[in-house]
Nanobody, 122 residues
C-alpha cells in the first residue's frame, strides 16, 4: 500500500502564512512527480503546482505567483508548500498527489492524500 498524508493545514488570518507537508509512505519502488491541488467549497479541484523529482516546478497556477513556494525532499519522500500572504480565496482543502511506481516492473499510478484544510479569514 502507498499512503500520502498531508499536514499543516490550519486557520490563519489574511496576510498570514502556513507550511503544508506531504509525506509518502508504504511499499514502492519510486516516486515521480508530486503535485499540490486544492478544492474550495463548491468548486472543482484545481492544480496548484507540480514538483518534479529534480525539484523543477511546473504547472504553476497564476494565483501562486509571488506567494507560494514549493520544495521536496526525495530522501524523506516529502513535499512542502510554503504559503505566504494568504487571502480568503485561498481557503480550500489542499491535496497532495504523487505518481508512484510500486515495483520495477509496475506502471506508474497516481495516489492522493486525504487533504488538509486551510482556512483564511479574519
Amino acid at each position: 500500500q502507498v499512503q500520502l498524508v498531508e499536514s499543516g493545514g490550519d486557520w490563519v488570518q489574511p496576510g498570514g502564512s502556513l507550511r503544508l507537508s506531504c509525506t509518502a509512505s508504504g511499499m514502492f519502488y519510486s516516486i515521480g512527480d508530486m503535485s499540490w491541488y486544492r478544492q474550495a467549497p463548491g468548486k472543482e479541484r484545481e492544480l496548484v503546482a507540480t514538483v518534479t523529482t529534480s525539484g523543477e516546478i511546473t504547472g504553476y497556477a497564476d494565483f501562486v505567483k509571488g506567494r507560494f513556494t514549493f520544495s521536496r525532499d526525495n530522501a524523506k519522500n516529502m513535499m512542502y508548500l510554503q504559503m505566504n500572504s494568504l487571502k480568503p480565496e485561498d481557503t480550500a482543502v489542499y491535496y497532495c498527489k504523487a505518481r508512484v511506481r510500486r515495483s520495477i516492473i509496475s506502471r506508474d499510478s497516481d495516489y492522493w492524500g486525504q487533504g488538509t484544510q486551510v482556512t483564511v479569514s479574519s
